[in-house]
């Protein structure tokens, strides 16, 4: 079978959009080797207090753009879904299912707060920060929640203004 011969216009073309393409794909390349995964666990109590019932460990997560979350659900009748108010405002929400692990990819700067819908009334919240970016913390602190989420929400508020983890 011959081979096709093809003209130096298209050969310089194809060299051209080569050329063009070769970067974007090691800035895509080098934008996926860099992106981390982080792992939340999704608990029944706390694994240094039992006492300290329905819980995200860590409750606070700083990561960068780009990086996912994955919630695991350790214990059953446990999820993740953001809170309305309180993610950024370029950000998707997510609503995770009951018992099933939930993977979550961060792209926008800020702070999300988020929940577990069964225990959210108990207090069961946490927040990711991403970029380290604090800009939509007032409107974050300005969302009412109801029982021991305002109280748990309000801690863990206080502990970024803190400079805490």
């Excluded at 970029?131 to 109801?146: I, M, T, Y």
Aim: proline content about 6%; hydrophobic content about 45%.
């Amino acid at each position: 079978m011959p081979i096709p011969m093809i003209s130096r216009r298209t050969f310089a073309l194809s060299l051209g959009a080569l050329a063009t393409a070769t970067p974007l794909l090691a800035r895509a390349n080098a934008a996926q080797e860099t992106a981390a995964d982080h792992s939340i666990l999704m608990l029944n109590a706390d694994c240094n207090d039992a006492n300290i019932v329905n819980v995200f460990k860590p409750a606070i997560l700083h990561i960068e753009p780009g990086d996912s979350v994955r919630f695991l659900a350790t214990d059953a009748s446990h999820n993740s879904a953001s809170k309305r108010g309180m993610i950024p405002e370029a950000a998707e929400p997510w609503n995770g299912a009951i018992d099933e692990e939930l993977v979550i990819t961060l792209t926008v700067p800020g702070i999300y707060g988020y929940l577990c819908l069964p225990h959210y009334e108990w207090g069961m919240v946490g927040l990711i920060v991403v970029g380290n970016d604090l800009s939509n913390l007032a409107q974050v602190k300005k969302v009412r929640h109801p029982g021991e989420a305002r109280k748990n929400f309000r801690a863990l508020l206080q502990q970024l203004e803190d400079g805490g983890t």
